[in-house]
């Protein structure tokens, strides 16, 4: 009986079309709208020597090259079960939630799809890589030819996520650590 199961999966492997990552990243910052490949990116990680493209995107970015390289060659363990069960949470639906209003299939604007297409992303990449995923990664597992990243979105969710580091920073170090760990007289 799994023999014929074994088989009919085979079968479905074989003849249904292969799917590919992203190829193209379009960014988008108002009306500014500017795409690159992921090629050229993966080449620059590799080599550390930027396209005339991705130099003229940078410049017009205002990104500095060896801070992109040190973003696109981040790797991040993403244990495949672990981080399944989480994106399939209520928190991590709302995570996920989130960050499709930063990353997109270009063009569609469907939160449904863009989640799933994110969670597709990380746990294909984390299945493809010993359970550690970069950016390039993530793109080439992407299920869409072009993906999309809105810029004015992304920066306003660092700025937050840097103003809540500063807020934890704080209560850290702050004056009321007997306080925070429950050493207070009062």
Do not use: C
């Amino acid at each position: 009986m799994t023999l014929k199961y074994n088989f009919i999966l085979l079968l479905i492997l074989i003849l249904s079309p292969s799917s590919k990552g992203a190829e193209n990243l379009f960014l988008y910052k108002g009306t500014f709208s500017r795409s690159i490949k992921i090629e050229e990116l993966h080449k620059f990680k590799i080599t550390k020597k930027p396209s005339n493209k991705l130099k003229n995107l940078m410049k017009i970015t205002n990104q500095k090259e060896k801070e992109l390289h040190k973003i696109l060659s981040l790797k991040i363990d993403i244990p495949l079960k672990t981080s399944s069960k989480l994106m399939n949470s209520k928190i991590g639906e709302v995570f996920l939630s989130r960050l499709s209003k930063i990353i997109y299939p270009n063009k569609i604007s469907n939160k449904k799809l863009s989640t799933k297409a994110i969670r597709s992303g990380i746990l294909v990449s984390s299945f493809n890589n010993n359970q550690k995923i970069d950016l390039i990664d993530f793109f080439k597992a992407y299920p869409n030819k072009n993906v999309a990243i809105d810029l004015n979105a992304l920066s306003k969710t660092l700025k937050k996520l840097e103003s809540l580091t500063e807020l934890i920073e704080f209560y850290s170090n702050s004056p009321f650590k007997k306080l925070k760990d429950g050493r207070s007289s009062t």
